[in-house]
């Protein structure tokens, strides 16, 4: 699989433009990973992540913007602001549970929303625009699709890796425990609240170093970033492809980015081809776009009493 | 107060619901290695009881001292670290993965790692003490079933085996054989009294079936109606009046 998207940029239709296309689609997956560590292992659903998104996209902008242009200093920048916003939010969050949870986690998000929209400091609506390309080492710039594209792909396989790590440890199990019956982890002797201030921190960084590498690709970064519709596709992503399984959320981000431009190329009112295609894959593949193929490869079927 | 051999000292303990007073002033001393058994009629405040020494509430008035040390008030994390486990009236464990892992969660959380940074990317090997502890309580077939297919009373089984999985020298069990036949019972009631004698354990149980607690108890307290009206030996319980008249109602006047 690594082989395959490391191989892609060599067949013959990869122009610029899909290049790019492929830069989002495993971006999103990216992100739809690190809120699958909320959604499918600790039973917590975020309605906020497009503002760690957008922070780590802003960061990364203003410093870019600045002539600060190491992507190094971005990514270091993305980890700061993303993580201290991040402690403010996850503090207060994960004292609630369920849906106060997923309520605190937007109205933060729109807080942050509305002061990137409403203030001038960063540009208002038009947020920055116009940012140079951030460079690696010395010269080397990531200027063109093909870098961003291995620049993406770098990040997804260290941080798929990191959350696979995370999800086969200790820790790990214990979030699982939280999302089955967080009373009795209490009862087994976890404190259970620092679990989730844990896991909502490192969901959250991930998300932001995932945004801190957008300004490259794009040369910009809007308040639009964080609307709330984009969180919303972000917990979709992870629907569609599978919760509980990291590799599937991928997967499911790259399908919604994929199929959102394939449709809206052709329809102006394509959020209604992309809704039809949504209710199918909930109602009839309930287990994801991941869960078709543990079908067909003869997995052992969840037994169910 | 402190007595050698006092486990657990519960002292004059109330606890109020609004206008309702769940428990008033009980006090008793569980010593180590005892079973020690709070029985009572549905409603006297069993439950609470337990509550209020695993840290789900904090007690209106009075103390819960654990080996000499206070615990009324502190969260149920913390209580179960310091050697405290409970199970539940109603079973409470986690349905959706498989036997084995429910054990091992909470065995790891008395792994060196847990609450360390390394927990994040290691994952302690506690194989062996859980398979004995699935062995012990029959469940070693069933390792890797999910647990909510299990049958009732092995459901009940393995709520007391995440309790023990934690490591506890004081283990609070919460009708454990709430739902069981009669046989079921008789065989879990054997059992916990073997597995407790093994481990050294002290118990301290809640029951509201009389029959269950005779047979396994070292000492009895009797709850009725959130307070203590008798504490004793099983014989000096069962020849009880005020304890007959709480199961059986009044004599006819």
Known sequence: MWLLLALLPALPFMSKFYLLLAFDALLFGTIAMSLDLLMGYTGLVSFGHAAFFGLGAYASAVLLERGIVSLWACLLGALLVVGLYALVVSFFATARRGIYFALLTLIFAEVVYTFFRYTQTFGGSDGIQGVPSPRLIGDVAIDTPLRNYYLVLVYLGLAYLACRVLVTS???????????????????????????????????????LGGALYPGRSAFA???????????????????????????????????????????????????VIGLVLIFIVLFMPRGLLGVRDLLGGRRWRTTA | MAHDGIVLEVDAVSKSFGALAALSKVSFAVRQGQVFSVIGPNGAGKSTLFNVI????????????????????????????????????????????????NVRVAAQSRARESGRLASLWRLPDVEPGTAELLRAFGLAAKRDELAESLSHGEQRYLEICLALATEPTLLLLDEPTAGMTPGETKEATALIRRIAAARGLTVLLIEHDMSVVMGISDRIAVLHFGEK??????????????VIEAYLGPPEA
């Open chain 1, 222 to 272: 809007t308040p639009d970033l964080m609307l709330w519709t984009v969180s919303g596709e972000f917990i979709i992503m992870v629907m569609i492809g599978g919760l509980g399984t990291l590799a599937g959320p991928v997967v499911g981000g790259a399908f919604f980015v994929l199929l959102q431009e394939k449709v809206s190329s052709y329809v102006d009112w394509y959020f209604i």
């Open chain 2, 229 to 242: 009206i008798a504490e004793g030996a099983p014989e000096q319980i069962r020849n009880d009046p005020q």
């Open chain 2, 54 to 101: 695993s840290g789900l509430h904090v007690p209106t008035v009075g103390r819960v001292r654990f080996r000499g040390r206070e615990i009324a008030g502190l969260a149920p994390e913390a209580i179960n670290r310091l050697g405290i486990a409970k199970t539940f009236q109603i079973t409470n464990i986690f349905p959706e993965i498989s036997v084995f892992e």
């Open chain 1, 170 to 208: 200790h820790f790990g199990r214990v979030l699982v425990a939280i999302r089955e019956n967080e009373d009795r982890t209490r009862f087994l002797g976890y404190d259970v609240q620092r679990y989730k201030l844990a896991v909502c921190m490192i969901s959250a960084l991930l998300t932001g």
